[in-house]
T-cell receptor, first 112, second 113 residues
Framework: ELKVEQNPLFLSMQEGKNYTIYCNYS?????LYWYRQDPGKSLESLFV?????AVKQEGRLMASLDTKARLSTLHITAAVHDLSATYFC????????????FGPGTSLSVIP | AAGVIQSPRHLIKEKRETATLKCYPI?????VYWYQQGPGQDPQFLIS???????DKGSIPDRFSAQQFSDYHSELNMSSLELGDSALYFC????????????FGPGTRLTVT
């Protein structure tokens, strides 16, 4: 059974600092997603990582994928308060990209 | 740009009642997904449809059923509702042309009393 783990589950960081969220998964997949969710809101797609070694950056967020290690990272650079949210990684295990399993989420709080 | 539409946005039902949630995917998206998210939980995959055919199933209770219609909208039917069914239900759609990136709807908040 697929397990998707995230570390840490809760993160409180000061503005201006850097930090990395880790996502480990237990079965083979070449497709991994990162989402952001604000309280009571829907999920916003941040990144789609499609191959080993993929790296994508958007603003202060950078995501990478190592399919051999079954590990993805979401790196936060110079955090700002607006980044406070819950971040989910999700792994696609469907034969036709039709079944996505989410990690437990990392609740990020950026404090002044 | 058009987004995924879900209706209703809020729904209150009593135990043992039935509920129907609707999802209208982004035009030309061929895959629809349903998720259930309990309070403080991650989204749980329920079921997906590709080109109007059921594609894969997750942890969907037998009391739930879903289908996708000829116009690509999808409905999630929930019967014999239980208190534990109270959750946010999200629909998402994707397209191969967009690397199957999933676009989520605003969700339906179901409360079972």
């Amino acid at each position: 059974e697929l397990k998707v783990e995230q570390n840490p589950l809760f993160l409180s960081m000061q503005e201006g600092k850097n930090y990395t969220i880790y996502c480990n998964y237990s079965t083979t997949s070449d497709r991994l997603y990162w989402y952001r969710q604000d309280p009571g809101k829907s999920l916003e797609s941040l990144f789609v990582l499609l191959s080993n070694g993929a790296v994508k950056q958007e603003g202060r967020l950078m995501a990478s994928l190592d399919t051999k290690a079954r590990l993805s990272t979401l790196h936060i650079t110079a955090a700002v308060h607006d980044l406070s949210a819950t971040y989910f990684c999700a792994v696609d295990i469907g034969t036709s990209y039709d079944k996505v399993i989410f990690g437990p989420g990392t609740s990020l709080s950026v404090i002044p | 740009a058009a987004g995924v539409i879900q209706s209703p946005r809020h729904l209150i039902k009593e135990k043992r009642e039935t509920a129907t949630l609707k999802c209208y995917p982004i035009p030309r998206h061929d895959t629809v997904y349903w998720y259930q998210q309990g309070p403080g939980q991650d989204p749980q995959f329920l079921i997906s449809f590709y080109e109007k055919m059921q594609s894969d199933k997750g942890s969907i209770p037998d009391r739930f059923s879903a289908q996708q219609f000829s116009d690509y909208h999808s409905e999630l039917n929930m019967s014999s509702l239980e208190l534990g069914d109270s959750a946010l239900y999200f629909c998402a759609s994707s397209s191969p042309g967009l690397a199957y990136e999933q676009y989520f709807g605003p969700g339906t908040r179901l409360t079972v009393t």
